[in-house]
């Protein structure tokens, strides 16, 4: 379907494909939401309450019931609580699950849980559920990641602080070296910033790109670590959910591309982590290991 819109030129017509007019219009209404959040009073005050929150559901579709399975005697879910309880920046930390076999093992090694929908998409949302739910007032929401059994302490306590100190921004992420090899993977987000810790532009592609079409070995890229831990400014996470999806986000199938297409600035810290994450049974073995290496048990 097209759309025939008169110019403004007199006797010209320009053709339109609706759907152009349909991106647009998300576009515009996402712009006007930003607009209304720049309104609002948060700017220059200090946000100085943090809530951890490990979102974790049971279904999956490569490996069902993931976070009860042991690694090294204990309930993957166990792992980063313990990891997040390391962290000085957290206020408090709660497990937002959707099911109540996560919630009654998650209460036996001590965790605070907060019961949420099994509607709900992504860990964003969970933590949005979440902290509707906890009946307190926090500044700052970190989204810990519940199957990532080795978070570093120092992650979490940076991209909370990172926020803190940022005013302007909205979100906080870190990002580590990307190895050479890992250059043209697709599932190795990759992130380029700005010369004062801001994110500039999240892509599946390599970025930046060079004439030779080729990764450069000497080229210091960075590697997106948002599946460890990424922060939130807690009205910004309210509003979150309502944003409309934006063209970028939707092509490159990145959330993050939602935040900066709406006009929010994103701070990023660099670190010096790996990533072993689980995703697979196989990978059980692999980060038990890794955990005798650290004496982690």
Request: glycine letters at 8%.
């Amino acid at each position: 379907m097209t759309i025939h819109a008169p110019s403004s030129s007199g006797d010209k017509t320009w053709i339109v494909p609706a759907a152009v007019l349909g991106v647009a219009a998300a576009v515009a209404a996402g712009a006007h939401a930003a607009a209304r959040y720049r309104l609002l009073s948060w700017q220059g005050k200090y946000r100085s309450r943090v809530v951890g929150i490990i979102p974790d559901r049971f279904a999956s579709s490569r490996f069902p019931g993931k976070p009860l399975v042991r690694i090294l005697g204990k309930p993957m879910i166990q792992r980063p609580w313990e990891r997040a309880k390391l962290a000085s920046a957290l206020d408090r930390i709660v497990v937002a699950t959707d099911k109540e076999k996560i919630a009654e093992c998650c209460r036996g090694f001590g965790a605070d849980v907060i019961m949420t929908s099994e509607e709900c998409k992504n860990g964003t949302e969970r933590c949005y559920e979440a902290l509707q739910k906890l009946g307190e007032n926090y500044d700052i929401v970190v989204n810990i990641q519940g199957d990532e059994p080795l978070i570093e302490p120092e992650i979490i306590d940076g991209v909370a602080k990172s926020l803190q100190g940022s005013p302007d921004a909205v979100f906080s992420t870190a990002v580590t070296s990307l190895k050479p090899e890992d250059g043209l993977d697709p599932n190795r987000v990759k992130c380029v910033i700005d010369s004062h810790g801001y994110a500039i532009y999240y892509s599946r592609g390599l970025i930046p790109f060079n004439k030779s079409g080729k990764v450069n070995p000497q080229y210091p890229y960075l590697l997106h670590l948002g599946i460890f831990s990424q922060s939130f400014d807690s009205n910004f996470l309210r509003i979150y959910p309502s944003l409309p999806p934006t063209p970028l986000q939707l092509e490159e199938d990145l959330e993050q591309l939602k935040v900066l297409e709406n006009g929010y600035r994103m701070k990023v810290i660099k670190v010096n982590h790996d990533v072993h994450g689980v995703d697979s049974p196989e990978d059980v073995d692999k980060i038990e290991a890794l955990m005798r290496e650290r004496n982690i048990w």
